[in-house]
């Protein structure tokens, strides 16, 4: 075969190679891509992701699917993910819970940074402190007062084990030198319903979807666990400004993949879900919960992990924090 005729033979036989098996799987197939959420439906983590979810949907031309798999430390909705296959049909709505299990679990069923491939940051949000809104304490300093005065009395509720509020709920108690007991609850509703109904004391929750719940028959906002006063809620002091010294908690959620997916399909997931962030009604609803968009790429997603993993460990050694 002379020159000439090779080079027509290849030109040839190029269409057959993009569309051959191994070409398709750098690409997302029609298929729904499933995220798999850590946390119960109707929290701040899930109303975000369902957000971004239907806008990347529109991106992809597919439909994705959302399930909820709550847990201790997102130990069942991670490893659901690290098992599944790395084809980007599979996704783990992640967060700075999964930095906070690598310290807080003596043992996990997968490796948090070798395991799971970060595609893009989504949202970041405050938490706050709140109380039930007939509770005689009408700032964080009664709250603790009272707490100081009937050590083991006073009840603090979070989300599940593991998670960032639980997490910010045990680091305060730490700061603020009170014995309390924290209780962990199934979800943002559950907390909210046990908060209403006086079933405990106090709670520690992200701010968004406290908002509709700040009155007279829902719960009071003390004090917002961030470095700075929330621009929603100007007049409410953080915690560290009520007496809590040392004292600084916030969250943060992303996407990541199965280990081992092609790069082109996370570059095509991390498109759409920039793109989705970036669209009118993403950023609308974002507003709404109070959540501040991040995005950025794979690799800013993979040193922010990184860094929470060391910052998180800290507190929880610095805190004295047991493992589970």
Same mark, same amino acid.
């Given at each position: 075969?002379?020159?000439?005729?090779?080079?027509?033979?290849?030109?040839? &036989?190029?269409?057959?190679?993009?569309?051959?098996?191994?070409?398709?799987?750098?690409?997302? &197939?029609?298929?729904?891509?499933?995220?798999?959420?850590?946390?119960?439906?109707?929290?701040?983590?899930?109303?975000?992701?369902?957000?971004?979810?239907?806008?990347?949907?529109?991106?992809?031309?597919?439909?994705?699917?959302?399930?909820?798999?709550?847990?201790?430390?997102?130990?069942?909705?991670?490893?659901?993910?690290?098992?599944?296959?790395?084809?980007?049909?599979?996704?783990?709505?992640?967060?700075?819970?999964?930095?906070?299990?690598?310290?807080?679990?003596?043992?996990?069923?997968?490796?948090?940074?070798?395991?799971?491939?970060?595609?893009?940051?989504?949202?970041?949000?405050?938490?706050?402190?709140?109380?039930?809104?007939?509770?005689?304490?009408?700032?964080?300093?009664?709250?603790?007062?009272?707490?100081?005065?009937?050590?083991?009395?006073?009840?603090?509720?979070?989300?599940?084990?593991?998670?960032?509020?639980?997490?910010?709920?045990?680091?305060?108690?730490?700061?603020?030198?009170?014995?309390?007991?924290?209780?962990?609850?199934?979800?943002?509703?559950?907390?909210?319903?046990?908060?209403?109904?006086?079933?405990?004391?106090?709670?520690?929750?992200?701010?968004?979807?406290?908002?509709?719940?700040?009155?007279?028959?829902?719960?009071?906002?003390?004090?917002?666990?961030?470095?700075?006063?929330?621009?929603?809620?100007?007049?409410?002091?953080?915690?560290?400004?009520?007496?809590?010294?040392?004292?600084?908690?916030? &969250?943060?959620?992303?996407?990541?993949?199965?280990?081992?997916?092609?790069?082109?399909?996370?570059?095509?997931?991390?498109?759409?879900?920039?793109?989705?962030?970036?669209?009118?009604?993403?950023?609308?609803?974002?507003?709404?919960?109070?959540?501040?968009?991040?995005?950025?790429?794979?690799?800013?997603?993979?040193?922010?992990?990184?860094?929470?993993?060391?910052?998180?460990?800290?507190?929880?050694?610095?805190?004295?924090?047991?493992?589970?």
């Amino acid at each position: 075969m002379n020159r000439r005729t090779l080079i027509a033979a290849l030109a040839a &036989s190029l269409p057959a190679l993009a569309t051959s098996p191994r070409a398709l799987a750098d690409t997302l &197939s029609a298929r729904p891509v499933r995220i798999v959420v850590p946390f119960g439906a109707g929290g701040i983590a899930d109303l975000t992701v369902r957000a971004v979810a239907q806008a990347m949907g529109e991106q992809l031309k597919t439909q994705i699917v959302i399930e909820n798999k709550p847990g201790a430390g997102g130990i069942a909705a991670g490893e659901t993910v690290a098992r599944a296959a790395p084809d980007g049909h599979t996704l783990l709505l992640m967060s700075n819970g999964n930095a906070v299990s690598v310290n807080l679990f003596k043992s996990l069923p997968f490796d948090t940074v070798r395991d799971f491939a970060p595609i893009c940051g989504l949202g970041s949000f405050g938490l706050g402190i709140v109380v039930p809104a007939n509770s005689p304490h009408r700032t964080l300093a009664e709250l603790l007062a009272h707490a100081r005065a009937n050590p083991g009395k006073l009840n603090l509720g979070t989300i599940n084990i593991g998670s960032t509020q639980n997490l910010a709920g045990e680091l305060f108690r730490t700061r603020a030198g009170i014995n309390a007991q924290i209780i962990p609850f199934n979800g943002t509703p559950a907390l909210l319903t046990a908060l209403r109904g006086g079933h405990v004391d106090a709670g520690v929750e992200i701010l968004g979807p406290l908002k509709s719940q700040l009155n007279p028959g829902g719960v009071r906002l003390l004090a917002v666990t961030s470095r700075r006063r929330a621009a929603e809620f100007p007049d409410v002091p953080t915690a560290a400004e009520a007496g809590v010294a040392d004292y600084e908690a916030s &969250s943060w959620n992303a996407l990541a993949a199965p280990a081992r997916t092609p790069q082109p399909i996370i570059a095509q997931l991390n498109q759409a879900a920039r793109a989705a962030l970036d669209s009118p009604d993403v950023r609308k609803r974002f507003a709404e919960l109070g959540v501040e968009s991040i995005g950025g790429t794979p690799q800013a997603l993979a040193e922010l992990l990184s860094g929470e993993i060391r910052r998180w460990g800290d507190v929880i050694e610095r805190a004295g924090i047991p493992k589970q």
